[in-house]
T-cell receptor, first 114, second 116 residues
C-alpha cells in the first residue's frame, strides 16, 4: 500500500493557461474522488469515478473542468483557460467501495493562478 | 440536503488543556457515516475516526475521544491534555454511502492552536 499519489504538488500558472493534474490511487481501490479546497474552507466534492465510469459531477465543475480515469487506474483533472478563482488545493481520494471502507487522501496539488 | 456545521472557526488553548471540537450534521438518511480528519500545515488529510449511524458508542483512542449523539445530530471530538503537535485544522465530515455515491461532505473546519 503506497498511498494515493498526486502530481505535481505545486503548480503556478498564468491566467488563461490549461493545467492538468494527476492522481494515482491505491491499486485495489475502485472509487476515486476529486475535491477542491480553498483557503479557510473545507474540501468540496467535485467528481467521482467508480472504475472508469464518472458517476457524479458537482455543479462546481464548470465546463472548463474535465476529469478522466482511463482503464480505471490513475485519473487526470484538467482545467482549461484557468481563472484566478481556480486557485485552490485539489485533493484526490480513493476508496475500496466508499464510506464503509474509508478513504485515503493524497497530499494534494496546490494551484496558483497569477 | 446533507450539511456539516463546525461553528468554532478557531480555538486557542495552552498545552495540557482539554479541548472539545463541535460538529453538528444534517441528513435525512438513516444510514450514514461520520468522520474526523486532521489537516496539518503540510496539507494532507489524516484520517482519525469513522463512525456509522448505527453505532452510538463513544470511542476513546489515547488522548482522543469522540461523543456521537444521534438525538442532537452531533459528533464532537475531545483532545485531552493537548500538545503542541495537535495544532492543525480539524474537519468533521459526513457520507451517505448508499444514495450519494460515498462522497464526503465536509464542515468548514476548526483551526486548533496549542501554545506551549
Amino acid at each position: 500500500d503506497t498511498g494515493v499519489s498526486q502530481d505535481p504538488r505545486h503548480k503556478i500558472t498564468k491566467r488563461g493557461q490549461n493545467v492538468t493534474f494527476r492522481c494515482d490511487p491505491i491499486s485495489e481501490h475502485n472509487r476515486l474522488y476529486w475535491y477542491r479546497q480553498t483557503l479557510g474552507q473545507g474540501p468540496e466534492f467535485l467528481t467521482y469515478f467508480q472504475n472508469e465510469a464518472q458517476l457524479e459531477k458537482s455543479r462546481l465543475l464548470s465546463d472548463r473542468f474535465s476529469a478522466e480515469r482511463p482503464k480505471g487506474s490513475f485519473s487526470t483533472l484538467e482545467i482549461q483557460r484557468t481563472e484566478q478563482g481556480d486557485s485552490a488545493m485539489y485533493l484526490c481520494a480513493s476508496s475500496r467501495q466508499g464510506a464503509h471502507y474509508g478513504y485515503t487522501f493524497g497530499s494534494g496539488t496546490r494551484l496558483t493562478v497569477v | 440536503a446533507q450539511k456539516v456545521t463546525q461553528a468554532q472557526t478557531e480555538i486557542s488553548v495552552v498545552e495540557k488543556e482539554d479541548v472539545t471540537l463541535d460538529c453538528v450534521y444534517e441528513t435525512r438518511d438513516t444510514t450514514y457515516y461520520l468522520f474526523w480528519y486532521k489537516q496539518p500545515p503540510s496539507g494532507e488529510l489524516v484520517f482519525l475516526i469513522r463512525r456509522n449511524s448505527f453505532d452510538e458508542q463513544n470511542e476513546i483512542s489515547g488522548r482522543y475521544s469522540w461523543n456521537f449523539q444521534k438525538s442532537t445530530s452531533s459528533f464532537n471530538f475531545t483532545i485531552t491534555a493537548s500538545q503542541v503537535v495537535d495544532s492543525a485544522v480539524y474537519f468533521c465530515a459526513l457520507s451517505d454511502d448508499y444514495n450519494q455515491g460515498g462522497k464526503l461532505i465536509f464542515g468548514q473546519g476548526t483551526e486548533l492552536s496549542v501554545k506551549p
